[in-house]
């Protein structure tokens, strides 16, 4: 085959090139020998004369698990050595972990395979454990529950080896992780977060740029919520709490959390209420607006106008 393409192309042994010449157009396709092998580089080779396709390049054969239409997933992406790229050739791929550890990117995927691009574009795969199981809350429930702790490329916020967030999370204080963000709540639903902690209410923790926002992650929990002058909230059976049809705020509570009155029992000290299910005794189920469920004892009404957290339902 007189072309200049074989001079500039590099072609790996593994690579079968069939060509068929039309004319003064010849065009050849790349495939490989090893049928559970998948082409790196282009597929389709054409030379007309001096002009030919592609100018330059390599094409060789790799294994499935590290390659997609993209091109080869270690040309942009950094594995770790106890990690499998888990591609299918094709689209997707899914790196794993040894000894059911969880890997910090969880699936990267081929979207424009013209352009060689990759979701995420680029990036560092490692393995890190699986969060711990959450300790089993102390308001009689005794399903305990694995939480994940991974968020995105920032990697597992509660690994001590993660340098992008400056953890003071105390141990009353467990995370929740979505793809998008990372939530704080109480280990134990009978307690609330401390007043200097109280925003974690609401606040979610992201990964932008692979710096976790924010960066100081300070977070404790107690019985009730604390004030300079002490604990506004008494303990259970305390005789200074007062059951209340209903909390004293301006915002009505049951309208507030889409929640019915006939299946609550709302209790009220201060500006802190308890809200449990009559059938069980114990903390109603509470729904964030991103749909995560959880068990949720303690409400707080801000300033006596609007109830935290600001958003969610409750149900039993």
Same mark, same amino acid.
């Given at each position: 085959m007189n072309c200049k393409l074989f001079d500039n192309v590099d072609i790996a042994e593994s690579v079968s090139v069939q060509c068929e010449k039309k004319g003064?157009?010849? &065009?050849c396709s790349a495939t490989c020998k090893d049928p559970n092998a998948a082409l790196s580089g282009a597929s389709t080779l054409k030379c007309k004369g001096k002009k030919f396709f592609p100018k330059a390049g390599a094409l060789s054969c790799l294994s499935k698990s590290r390659v997609t239409k993209c091109g080869p997933v270690d040309a942009k992406f950094s594995f770790a050595e106890n990690v499998d790229p888990n591609c299918d050739g094709v689209k997707t791929c899914k790196p794993s972990c040894p000894d059911g550890e969880v890997a910090s990117i969880?699936? $990267?995927? *081929?979207?424009?395979?013209?352009?060689?691009?990759?979701?995420p574009a680029k990036g560092t795969v490692t393995c890190s454990a699986p969060a711990e199981e959450a300790p089993r809350p102390l308001d009689g429930s005794t399903t305990p529950q694995s939480l994940n702790t991974v968020l995105g490329k920032c990697g597992n916020l509660m690994s001590p080896k993660n340098k992008r967030i400056v953890n003071r999370i105390d141990s009353s204080v467990q995370m929740s992780c979505t793809p998008k963000n990372c939530k704080l709540s109480c280990v134990n639903s009978l307690h609330s977060f401390d007043a200097d902690s109280a925003k974690w209410e609401t606040q979610p923790i992201i990964c932008r740029k692979k710096k976790v926002v924010p960066k100081v992650v300070e977070a404790s929990c107690s019985l009730g919520a604390k004030q300079a002058a002490g604990n506004l909230l008494a303990p259970l059976g305390e005789s200074s709490r007062t059951e209340l049809e209903g909390p004293t705020c =301006?915002? /009505?509570?049951? /309208?507030?959390? !889409?929640? =019915?009155?006939?299946?609550?029992?709302?209790? *009220?000290?201060? !500006? $802190? *209420?308890?809200?449990? *299910? =009559?059938?069980?005794?114990?903390?109603? &189920?509470?729904?964030?607006? /991103?749909?995560?469920v959880v068990q949720k004892l303690v409400y707080k009404c801000d300033r006596g106008r609007s109830w935290k957290p600001s958003g969610g339902t409750i149900s039993c």
């Open positions: 003064k157009l010849l &065009n969880s699936t $990267i995927t *081929c979207f424009k395979a013209k352009k060689k691009q990759h979701k =301006k915002t /009505d509570f049951f /309208d507030m959390y !889409n929640a =019915k009155a006939e299946e609550l029992t709302v209790k *009220c000290s201060g !500006n $802190i *209420c308890q809200a449990k *299910c =009559k059938n069980t005794g114990l903390a109603a &189920n509470f729904t964030w607006p /991103d749909g995560s």
